[in-house]
């Protein structure tokens, strides 16, 4: 069973402090790494990709993946109240016959406070 | 940017209704994808597409069926809608599927909120 695994909170941080988001997943072989911010009532959107071990910093976010120990996270610097949503973990995993599918964690739920 | 666009964001149906849902994407992906999300399930996968015509069963597809007649266009039909369908439904594309090293990153839809009665 390809699983994703993620704590789905809520995670309260307090405004200004970093959000550490953290992701799990089961198939070795994986590839490539998605993180997705979904607000209450819309759709998720693509906020982070990582291919490779290491960090990779876009603004206030940094997404950091271990393959060996098949951790991702995602870190969010200075948060923000805006940055109040649910954030779904995605791994592309092999689903068999050459193809991959994109295997979502149920998200974790972060609130910033003001 | 890439751009996906659902036809509509709330539907009531009833019972036994056939309900057509349309996603359209303006980027020439060669894959769409037709997910529902419930509260506690989360994203879950009920059909995709990588090319005209083609399509594949994902986890839940009993009760549903899809269309893919033009690349940009991928509908999900319910034949005969009951109270269980009741639920968020989301439209993807992505780029690419497969491969060595398989990116496939998907870009969502706006959503439909889909409520059988």
């Known amino acids: 069973q390809k699983e994703v695994e993620q704590n789905s909170g809520p995670l309260s941080v307090p405004e200004g402090a970093i959000a550490s988001l953290n992701c799990t997943y089961s198939?070795?072989?994986?590839?490539?790494f998605f993180w997705y911010r979904q607000y209450s009532g819309k759709s998720p959107e693509l906020i982070m990709s990582?291919?490779?071990?290491g960090d990779k910093e876009d603004g206030r976010f940094t997404a950091q993946l271990n393959k060996a120990s098949q951790y991702v996270s995602l870190l969010i610097r200075d948060s923000q109240p805006s940055d109040s949503a649910t954030y779904l973990c995605?791994?592309?995993?092999?689903?068999?016959?050459?193809?991959?599918?994109?295997?979502f964690g149920k998200g974790t739920k972060l609130s910033v406070i003001p | 940017d890439v751009k996906v666009t659902q036809s509509s964001r709330y539907l009531v149906k009833r019972t036994g209704e056939k309900v057509f849902l349309e996603c359209v994407q303006d980027?020439?992906?060669?894959?769409m994808f037709w997910y529902r999300q419930d509260p506690g399930l989360g994203l879950r996968l009920i059909y995709f597409?990588?090319?005209?015509?083609?399509?594949e069963k994902g986890d839940i597809p009993e009760g549903y069926s899809v269309s893919r007649e033009k690349k940009e266009r991928f509908s999900l039909i319910l034949e005969s809608a009951s109270t269980n369908q009741t639920s968020m439904y989301l439209c993807?594309?992505?780029?690419?599927?497969?491969?060595?090293?398989?990116?496939?990153?998907?870009?969502f839809g706006p959503g439909t909120r889909l409520t059988v009665l």
């Open positions: 993807a594309s992505s780029l690419r599927l497969g491969g060595g090293l398989s990116y496939n990153e998907q870009f």
């Open positions: 198939d070795r072989v994986s590839q490539s």
């Open positions: 990582i291919y490779s071990n």
């Open positions: 995605a791994v592309n995993m092999y689903s068999g016959a050459g193809s991959y599918q994109l295997t």
């Open positions: 980027m020439d992906h060669e894959n």
């Open positions: 597409s990588y090319d005209v015509k083609m399509k």
